[in-house]
């Protein structure tokens, strides 16, 4: 079970290197949603106290746009969230790093740059062709 070819999954050691990984991912990802609701809540409370008349139209159409675009990237967090905390259960299962289409190894370089990742990369680009 020397070389990776044979492996069918991570060893303990390395799958507590990805847990780490993902516990610190996960922990900047928490404080930047926290961030992202407290901006979110803030250009809630903000837009009732302008007086100016016809900069106020303009003004309330740009603070629209922010609030959707703060409310997409808060939802795109979550997600984010969602999958690394899914990847720590598939840790303590034993079937992180298993491609879920090939049954074979994600490498070590993909879960690294895409710890959440169930998928290889051929079985990624097999699915986009």
Known sequence: MSNNENKTRYSDEELKEFESLINDKLEKAKEELKILKGSLN?????????????????????????????????????????????????????????CSVTGNLISKERLRAVPHTTQSIAAKLSQQS
């Open 42 to 98: 803030k250009s809630n409370d903000e837009g009732t106290d302008s007086t100016a008349g016809n900069t106020k139209v303009l003004e309330d159409g740009a603070d629209t746009a922010e609030k959707e675009n703060l409310s997409q990237l808060a939802a795109r967090q979550q997600k984010f969230i969602v999958n690394l905390e899914n990847a720590l259960v598939r840790i303590k299962n034993g079937t992180y790093g298993v």
